[in-house]
């Protein structure tokens, strides 16, 4: 709970990463994360054109890529929701491999 309070505070502050993983049991609360970041990214705008979901199933890593380095549209930021990936079945660290040259470069290790 406390990695959630930390990321709603990075939003209040406008304080972003340029990716995040969300996991685990806490269905709600990765919800509500998603949630905040569409809030905090569409500043006012409901038209979704800056929000792209994604699903994981089907999209290769080079989709996935191809949908995040699409320029915002009249807005600051854009954001792309990849639910049910199956790339997370060994270790959690190997998806920056998936994406190496393209935005596999600025994912952080967690």
Known sequence: MEYFKEL???LQRGVL???YLFY???VYLRDLAVSRFKDFLAG???SGLNYDPVDGET???ADIAARAEIPPFLAG???VVVKNPPYFAGEVGAIAGLFK???G???PNI
């Open 8 to 10: 709603l505070n990075s």
């Open 17 to 19: 990463s340029p990716v």
């Open 24 to 26: 685990g049991d806490e």
């Open 44 to 46: 006012g705008d409901n």
């Open 59 to 61: 999209a290769t890593p």
């Open 77 to 79: 930021k854009r954001l």
């Open 101 to 103: 040259g393209t935005i």
């Open 105 to 107: 470069d600025n994912v």
